[in-house]
């Protein structure tokens, strides 16, 4: 398996350096761009709950993403040491309502689990650890 | 994210390119408010060059969506790739938004 990992602080205008970091990854090992799109969309919606909640005020964090490449399959793994969270727990978004009452909370997990094959999280010392994985037709 | 702007026929048409991300989209959507808020109540969101749309995004659509109810003018989204229809399906905004196949019948509807 191929991998490739980053460090970025919890802060969100590190976030476009994992961005650029997948699309390199994707392109090394010729992984379609709708699978690329994919898991930075993935990456995008846990990456900035982690920032936006996942440490307390001024708090300074390290996330690692870990991306992980073999014929067939891709992986993102993300940790953080932020404090104790599963993402997972939250329940469904309320996915009704007009234009006028729709809600947007819950839909970025929610969109994790849809669009990825697997989602886990276990928490590893003191570290939030989630793994995505998603099967790639050859 | 790059905005190309453009007007045919009363509407305005809204071009970003790239992705609609939680860094990219809070500035998409603050100038769609700025540009309804200062006059534009006829809005063609043309997805085309957009790459994906996150949580954020979709927000930043909604926003866009109740305001111009506000000013009882019609917003329309047209362009979307397959991927991009997929992630509306997935999220439920399908029924959420006048939706076109070209930017001819998105001009057409917005109007």
């Known amino acids: ?138 | 994210m790059q905005i190309i702007e453009a007007q045919s026929d009363g509407v305005l048409i809204v071009e970003p390119h790239g992705r609609m991300d939680s860094t990219t989209a809070k500035p998409f959507g603050d100038r769609v408010v700025e540009l309804i808020r200062t006059g534009s109540h006829h809005v063609l969101i043309d997805l085309r060059q957009v790459l994906y749309i996150s949580s954020a995004g979709f927000r930043s659509l909604l926003i866009a969506r109740k305001l111009i109810d506000e000013y009882k003018g019609n917003l329309v989204l047209c362009g979307m790739s397959p991927e991009i229809k997929r992630l509306f399906e997935i999220g439920h905004f399908t029924d959420l938004f006048m939706i076109c196949g070209t930017r001819e019948e998105g001009i057409d509807k917005a109007r």
């Open chain 1, 1 to 138: 398996m191929h991998c490739l990992e980053m460090q970025i602080r919890n802060r969100a205008d590190d976030m476009s350096a994992i961005v650029s970091m997948v699309e390199g990854f994707g392109l090394k090992y010729r992984i379609s761009a709708t699978v690329i799109n994919e898991i930075n969309l993935c990456l995008d919606e846990v990456l900035s709950n982690i920032i936006s909640y996942g440490y307390p005020e001024n708090a300074e964090g390290e996330i690692t993403v870990r991306l992980g490449y073999e014929p067939g399959r891709i992986s993102a793994e993300i940790l953080d040491d932020g404090t104790p969270f599963d993402p997972l727990q939250a329940g469904p978004p309320n996915l009704s309502g007009t234009a006028q009452t729709r809600e947007v909370g819950g839909v970025g997990i929610y969109f994790v689990k849809q669009l990825m094959d697997d989602v886990a999280y276990r928490r590893v010392g003191n570290r939030n650890t989630l793994i995505l994985r998603k099967k790639i037709p050859t």
